[in-house]
């Protein structure tokens, strides 16, 4: 079968091939009649247009490399869902790297990324326990977009969430609420997510003449039975505590449990019957499968997407923009759980 050409295209169409190479690229002052006969012609001939040859010709890409390494990770799985949408809204593709925690395999991709011709790098940070990016990502010859979960101090193009103000917000809904004794649950020491909540939280509590007691943010690993355990050391030791800020999913899911080996429940009707309000901090497909429905601040994963992919596009059109820092705020949405 012979292979439908753009000659072709355009004669079927009965306009000049420079025009359909206008319209393939989405460029010039071409009206929507024309677009419309080139795009039929396009779908009844079956062309498929080879744009890696196009790119190559042009000296242009439309790759963008994006780098993930855990795929355990919600957050970081929510925004590479939000980047790739965008970037594909955008007519580019993406080209996906999974290095392993060592520095040669985040070489071994980088490389790779050159080699395919990819035109930017997305780069998802995924440890929180270092405020600093990898040497390599830092001196990443491509242009370069980072997305991290916590505030980082770094000469290269950020989108960064603002733990500090998501645990402020938290802590002050509370505080409004007549809560006094409120504690975190959750995250290990040395978690850069943990610190800049501790940090917002200890905030508004000192904002309002209140005092966040040592004993009331007890760390633990990241699973639901280290939280449970936490929490009901915490509540048989500390009975006037009426809330908590929960680290991440697993942890509100663990207090849960732990607030029920002590005999409590959880809800906001903490004066009259001693539940427990519970705040967490993640975008929880399961929102409204609980009961009661969980309260949390939104970590901003979708947005936190779109602007990652929105910089590194400027960037590619803008070569000389200057170094962009984008802060993300959470939104606090209320439901049952407080």
């Known amino acids: 079968m012979k292979k439908v050409s753009i000659i072709d295209v355009a004669k079927h169409a009965g306009v000049s091939v420079s025009t359909v190479s206008l319209v393939l690229r989405q460029k010039g002052k071409i009206s929507e009649a024309t677009i419309g006969k080139v795009n039929a012609a396009i779908t009844t001939l079956g062309y498929v247009h080879n744009v890696a040859a196009a790119n190559l010709r042009a000296n242009t890409s439309n790759l963008i490399g994006l780098i993930l390494r855990d795929f355990s990770d919600s957050f970081s799985i929510k925004v590479m869902a939000s980047i790739v949408q965008e970037l594909e809204k955008q007519g580019y593709m993406v080209f996906l790297g999974q290095p392993l925690n060592d520095r040669e395999h985040l070489e071994r991709t980088l490389l790779s990324f050159k080699q395919q011709g990819v035109a930017g790098v997305i780069y998802l940070a995924s440890d929180t326990r270092n405020a600093a990016l990898p040497q390599q990502i830092r001196q990443c010859p491509l242009p370069l977009v980072a997305v991290s979960q916590s505030l980082l101090d770094e000469k290269c193009n950020l989108v960064m969430r603002d733990n500090r103000q998501a645990a402020n917000l938290a802590a002050r809904y509370l505080i409004e609420r007549g ?45 639901t039975q280290a939280a449970a355990m936490a929490t009901r050391q915490l509540l048989e030791k500390n009975s006037s505590i009426t809330a908590l800020l929960c680290h991440s999913p697993d942890a509100m899911i663990g207090s849960i449990s732990g607030i029920h080996q002590v005999g409590r429940t959880v809800g906001k009707d903490v004066f009259l019957s001693q539940q427990v309000a519970l705040v967490g901090f993640e975008d929880m497909l399961h929102v409204n499968l609980t009961s009661p429905s969980f309260t949390y601040v939104s970590s901003a994963s979708d947005e936190t997407g779109r602007q990652a992919a929105g910089l590194i596009i400027r960037k590619l059109k803008e070569p000389d923009l200057q170094t962009q820092r984008i802060t993300l705020s959470g939104q606090l949405i209320a439901r049952e759980s407080a």
């Open 179 to 223: 809560h006094r004794n409120i504690a975190y649950i959750g995250g290990r020491e040395g978690c850069l997510i943990r610190e800049q909540r501790l940090l917002g939280f200890r905030s508004a509590m000192t904002q309002n003449g209140l005092v966040l007691r040592d004993e009331y943010s007890p760390a633990c690993s990241d699973d």
